[in-house]
């Protein structure tokens, strides 16, 4: 019985073998090494589609698609773009005649993970999302440095996604010379279940911080819907806000660039702005698709808020550069200020003679103000005594008080009204100066290398409090001591909070004291004789 036990099993384990030495002798050998020395090679495959949209079902005989990594760099003279295959992505955009403060070229995008890079499509099925966002596009025939000039005039580069399912996404970008502007085409097409499903256009992550950013400039999502700006100030994570009507544009802007989305198609388009998990904001434009195909056309802006560029695509995209409640008398001022500029070549040079030009357009109500000061000065001796005499009766010295000032014909707040006039001016010339990019890194002489920054030695700030306080010395205090002390302590106070002033700004305060010295010697002069 053992025997034939050990022999049973003797002649199984030689049929083994002899099949394992048959079977493994039909197989090619080097079919095996042109595999293995494949797998060597740097490769990436993008993930299958499976079960990524409600109602398509994936092929269980799917074949992975085996695409290499691609950057592609342009360069449309005013800026250098590296596009990424992956996502079929904006990976940097360079804008080539602004420079940061390291000296190199402003870039707007931010460094994030590939899938929250613009431009990012997303969709309900958050799986489907996440493949079109990191999956490796295939790329049209194109080379991988293009640098655009007059005799080419504009190149497409064109990103295709497809899977075995039938799904396929494109993502087209037409880039164009001397310009910021680039054209998007996007197109899905074999989702015929898809139906009634919304799709989403974003700029992702927010603008790259070029190290300016100001609490005193508004930095964010903003909108322009039925002919009106629309900002919006998310507070949390995973918070959204949506906006529909007439929707010219939507973008993110910090203190002197933009991104803008502008839609071409506006169909079942509504804005959305929200914040990722990751506490990045996204803004963008939300189509309603309405059967199994899309085929969508839009224009990206990114570059500088300038103004004639902007007005010349011609959907007001210009009005994104707002200077807020005083725009009206701030945007005429800019416009004198580049006017000048043309003439003048330094807008230092400009500043000063706008700053004369206001001077003037003032000079007759800043006369009567002198004059109105020196007629209360020439009365001191009868306001003391009416001082002294109803000193305990308030209500009466008022009314002899303006009795006198009748009789004298002076205007007691004559010498304020000046003041509280320019007020309005000086305002609006701040908020030209903070946030025009014109002025942005404009040197004006010397020390001065950029007048929409602070001066870097604080000889303005403490020039111009010099001049206030000799201006305070010639002016006639109105005899109350405990004003001529506020008003003594004031060229300080001014003096501290310039500062941090653009020092545009302190320049038009200083040129602007210097010009009421000289008019107050003038008065003061006549009125000696």
């Known amino acids: 019985m053992e025997k034939r036990a050990f022999l049973a099993i003797f002649l199984s384990a030689l049929v083994f073998i002899l099949y394992q030495y048959y079977y493994l002798s039909t197989i090619d050998t080097e079919k095996i090494k042109s595999v293995q020395g494949k797998k060597d090679e740097k490769t990436i495959v993008t993930p299958e589609i499976k079960n990524i949209i409600p109602g398509v079902e994936g092929d269980n005989k799917d074949v ?20 990424t295959n992956r996502g079929g992505k904006i990976k940097t955009l360079f804008l080539q005649r602004y420079k940061g403060k390291d000296g190199r070229p402003v870039n707007l995008i931010k460094e994030t993970e590939d899938k929250y890079l613009p431009i990012m499509l997303e969709f309900m099925d958050k799986s489907f999302s996440h493949t079109i966002n990191t999956a490796l596009f295939n790329v049209a025939d194109t080379e991988d440095m ?72 508004y930095e964010g999502p903003t909108s322009f819907i039925d002919r009106k700006l629309v900002s919006d100030k998310l507070k949390g994570k995973g918070e959204q806000v949506y906006h529909e009507g007439d929707i010219h544009w939507v973008a993110i802007q910090n203190k002197y660039f933009i991104a803008a989305l502008i839609p071409l198609m506006k169909e079942n388009l509504k804005t959305i702005v ?46 994104i550069i707002n200077y807020g409640w005083l725009d009206f008398l701030a945007k005429p001022l800019f416009k004198i200020l580049k006017l000048l500029y043309t003439f003048t070549h330094n807008y230092g040079i400009a500043i000063i003679i706008l700053t004369v030009i206001i001077k003037l357009i003032f000079f007759p109500l800043s006369q009567k103000s002198f004059r109105s000061m020196q007629k209360i000065q020439r009365i001191q001796p009868e ?102 002390k506020i008003m003594l302590i004031t060229p300080v106070i001014f003096t501290f909070m310039f500062l941090n002033f653009p020092s545009g700004l302190v320049l038009y305060w200083l040129v602007n004291n210097i010009l009421s010295i000289a008019q107050q010697y003038v008065i003061n002069k006549e009125i000696r004789k």
């Open 383 to 484: 306001l003391k005594i009416i001082q002294e005499r109803y000193k305990s009766d308030k209500q009466k010295m008022s009314e002899e008080l303006m009795r006198l000032y009748r009789e004298n014909k002076i205007n007691p707040l004559g010498g304020f009204l000046p003041i509280i006039i320019q007020i309005p001016v000086f305002i609006s010339l701040y908020k030209v100066l903070m946030e025009s990019i014109e002025l942005r890194q404009v040197p004006f002489i010397l020390w001065i290398k950029d007048l929409s920054d602070k001066d870097p030695y604080y000889i303005t700030p403490i020039l111009m409090g010099a001049t206030m306080l000799i201006q305070q010395k010639m002016t006639p205090s109105g005899g109350d001591p405990v004003q001529a």
């Open 146 to 217: 293009i640098s655009l000039s007059p005799e080419k005039e504009s190149s497409t580069i064109k990103f295709l996604y497809e899977n075995s399912s039938g799904v396929k996404v494109s993502k087209e970008y037409t880039f164009h010379y001397d310009d910021y502007k680039i054209d998007i085409n996007i197109r899905i097409d074999g989702t015929p279940r898809m139906g009634v499903s919304p799709y989403q256009v974003l700029w992702g992550s927010g603008l790259k911080s070029e190290g300016n950013s100001d609490k005193r400039s």
């Open 64 to 83: 992975e698609r085996i695409a290499k990594e691609r950057e592609i760099r342009i360069n449309t003279k005013l800026t250098e773009i590296v596009l």
């Open 274 to 319: 929200k914040v990722s998990e990751r506490d990045e904001i996204s803004a963008g434009l939300e189509y309603t698709s309405m059967n199994e195909r899309v085929d969508n056309r839009l224009i990206l802006y990114a570059g500088p808020k300038d103004g004639e560029r902007l007005k010349s695509y011609n959907v007001s995209l210009e009005e």
